[in-house]
């Protein structure tokens, strides 16, 4: 089956910073795309990151200029970087891949996700 393991996550006061890491595992052919996705107590999940094998990268415009997604594409991981936190960024953090189970085929799969929060 896949997994996705996240790891990352914690209390962290505003202006600090922070770097989520999630590893995916299984019966995998490969990554089409991954993302990191949050949400806040009483909103909305909103993706924050996504980027794809090929490098496309997208970022919802709170976090631009303070965020940066990376992944290796070669060992199925991604990493958001996150710098100069908010405390609106405080939020339940999942990470996600869309990937292929053979040579066209895709499925998803989710992390449990990770608490960031931030506060003085």
């Known amino acids: 089956q896949v997994q996705l393991v996240e790891s990352g996550g914690g209390l962290v006061q505003p202006g600090g910073s922070l770097r989520l890491s999630c590893a995916v595992s299984?019966?995998?052919?490969?990554?089409?795309?991954m993302g990191w996705y949050r949400q806040a107590p009483g909103k909305q999940r909103e993706l924050v990151a996504s980027i794809t094998s090929g490098g496309n990268i997208d970022y919802v415009d709170s976090v631009k200029g303070r965020f940066t997604i990376s992944r290796n594409n070669a060992r199925n991981m991604v990493y958001l970087q996150m710098n100069s936190l908010k405390p609106e960024d405080t939020a339940v953090y999942y990470c996600?891949?869309?990937?292929?189970?053979?040579?066209?085929?895709?499925?998803?799969?989710w992390g449990q996700g990770t608490l960031v929060t931030v506060s003085s």
């Open positions: 996600n891949a869309n990937y292929y189970i053979d040579s066209y085929n895709t499925q998803d799969a």
């Open positions: 299984g019966n995998i052919f490969s990554i089409r795309a």
